[in-house]
């Protein structure tokens, strides 16, 4: 073990780990209680919990978080909104504060026990979904599994998404690892491995997205702008001038691709050129951004966790049909359309400081630093694709944002650090 890293536990360490990785790769499994859905790694980390210790601290942490949220929608009721599912809201809050409390206890272990054995866990959780996407392959190939409105782009087979429930989630879920192989290639390979990369490469090759596109040709600009030496920047060049050559291609030739592509361009021409044909999932972004913006200009501290389906009406999208009333009325299409939404002007500042947080940190090589940069991408993406604070990777960015500003504050507050530390 590196001498910079404290030893804990090695049952503590993959404890941790598994933690982690649970809330990344099994947020798609959703248990229900009559018509409110949980994710399946709520249900877990009360059984791994156990193994890493849920200190006092840790304790304390929930209780504040739960009170804080539910003061706050105290406030929020005063502005005159209604909570539209009220038990939904009033169970979630505490769930949300116990797993964050979780993710923040899992996130200081790995954190102080080094890249290994959280990445071993990575692993074996790519590995998985691989062999996942494999096996309904198999199924589809034998007349067992039907896959319908998923065909691939280049292959005469379905995209198959394993243990994700579509193409796009796949991306979304995986961008972290995404940005670790396009930015930190070096660093990719020492905690990933062969095995890690190779299931993540065949993962996309099996199951690509207009969202994988999108999220690559981010990253790859992320990687010019923390480029230091003069080959790096010109093989990221060659790969981003590759990247849209394919992009330019695949608009032209793959029907799903160019009906957003057109349907974005409509949408930055003009919301008078959007209508009922226009490609639904643009559609579906224009009406979580018309919420969003229906709720700031509204209700300063927003209408209250997971009640975004209030601000239907704010949107002319929300009119074009019953479908287009109902589909991601919730979700918004959008973690950041969710936190203007349901948090106001609250939710801006922590969209503002997880912006601010990633670029502070894009060039540092430091593996604790490289930790919350990679899972500060996967929430920058959520910020375009994402539906809920649930869905794996916010939680653990949020647990990353929640330990800046206590570092921020350690900081400023130097006589507190030793309190701190002790925590």
Not at 227 to 246: D, E, I, P
Not at 308 to 336: K, R
Not at 416 to 422: I, S
Request: glycine share 8%; proline share 3%.
């Amino acid at each position: 073990m590196n001498k910079n890293y404290h030893r804990i536990s090695s049952r503590q360490a993959y404890a941790a780990s598994l933690g982690i990785a649970s809330i990344i790769f099994l947020w798609p499994i959703q248990i229900f209680w009559g018509t409110i859905g949980a994710p399946a790694y709520i249900f877990t980390s009360v059984i791994i919990i156990c193994f890493s210790s849920f200190t006092a601290p840790d304790g304390i942490r929930f209780m504040v978080g739960m009170i804080l949220l539910f003061v706050l929608l105290y406030l929020q009721k005063l502005q005159g909104i209604t909570l539209s599912t009220p038990l939904r809201t009033i169970l979630a809050i505490p769930a949300f504060t116990f797993i964050m409390a979780c993710a923040f206890r899992w996130l200081r272990i790995v954190l102080q026990n080094g890249p290994f054995p959280l990445f071993n866990i990575f692993r074996i959780f790519l590995f998985g979904q691989l062999l996942t996407q494999l096996c309904q392959l198999a199924a589809w190939m034998a007349g067992l599994y039907s896959i319908v409105g998923y065909e691939h782009y280049l292959l005469n087979i379905p995209r198959v998404s394993g243990i994700f429930i579509e193409p796009s989630l796949v991306a979304f879920s995986l961008s972290p690892f995404i940005y670790l192989a396009l930015c930190r290639w070096r660093l990719a390979v020492k905690w990933l491995g062969k095995i890690g990369l190779t299931s993540l490469g065949l993962t996309f090759v099996l199951c690509p997205s207009f969202t994988i596109i999108a999220i690559v040709a981010f990253a790859l600009l992320l990687r010019q702008i923390q480029n230091r030496s003069l080959r790096s920047v010109l093989f990221s060049t060659f790969v981003l001038l590759l990247a849209g050559s394919l992009l330019i291609l695949a608009i032209h030739h793959i029907p799903a691709v160019s009906s957003r592509v057109y349907g974005v361009a409509s949408l930055l021409s003009g919301t008078q050129y959007v209508n009922i044909n226009t490609n639904f999932s643009v559609l579906m972004f224009l009406k979580g951004w018309q919420m969003a913006l229906g709720g700031l200009q509204n209700y300063f501290l927003g209408v209250g966790f997971l009640n975004f389906q209030i601000l239907n009406e704010y949107s002319f999208v929300s009119l074009f049909s019953n479908l287009a009333w109902e589909l991601n009325a919730m979700g918004g299409t959008s973690v950041a359309f969710k936190l203007i939404g349901e948090f106001g002007y609250i939710g801006v500042l922590i969209i503002l400081f997880s912006l601010i947080s990633f670029a502070k940190n894009i060039r540092e090589d430091d593996y604790k630093k490289t930790l919350g940069t990679i899972l500060l991408f996967g929430l920058i993406i959520s910020f375009v694709r994402g539906a809920s604070y649930f869905d794996g990777v916010p939680v653990l960015a949020f647990a990353v944002l929640y330990r800046n500003i206590r570092l921020y504050f350690i900081r400023f507050y130097k006589p507190l650090n030793a309190n701190f530390e002790a925590s």
